[in-house]
């Protein structure tokens, strides 16, 4: 089965910075996009970046100019360095990938464990 392992959530000061990983294993044909998403208490899960299979990327206006979505293709693995953090950006981030595996004729879409990000004010 898909399996996505997140890495790099922890505690910052504002204006810190950190860098997640997300790893996707299996028997894996294609990875059609692969994004963050986070969620703070009390709220609605939000994407916050998205980089497609073709290239295209997308950021959530509250992020943009301070995180970077990137893909390591050879290792299937997605990663969101986030500088100047704020508090506001304190939240569990979730990764999420669609994609097809070989058992399957058709993509789905996985999600990580979930990894908590505080930043500190």
């Known amino acids: 089965q898909v399996q996505l392992v997140e890495s790099g959530g922890g505690l910052v000061q504002a204006g810190g910075s950190l860098r997640l990983s997300c790893a996707a294993s299996?028997?894996?044909?294609?990875?059609?996009?692969m994004a963050w998403y986070r969620q703070a208490p009390g709220k609605q899960r939000e994407l916050v970046a998205q980089i497609r299979g073709g290239g295209n990327i997308y950021y959530a206006n509250s992020v943009k100019g301070r995180f970077t979505i990137s893909r390591d293709n050879a290792k299937n693995t997605v990663y969101l360095q986030m500088n100047s953090l704020k508090p506001e950006d304190t939240a569990v981030y979730y990764c999420?990938?669609?994609?097809?595996?070989?058992?399957?004729?058709?993509?789905?879409?996985?999600w990580g464990q979930g990894t908590q990000v505080t930043v500190s004010s």
């Open positions: 299996g028997s894996i044909v294609s990875i059609n996009a």
């Open positions: 999420n990938a669609d994609l097809r595996q070989v058992t399957y004729a058709f993509s789905r879409t996985y």
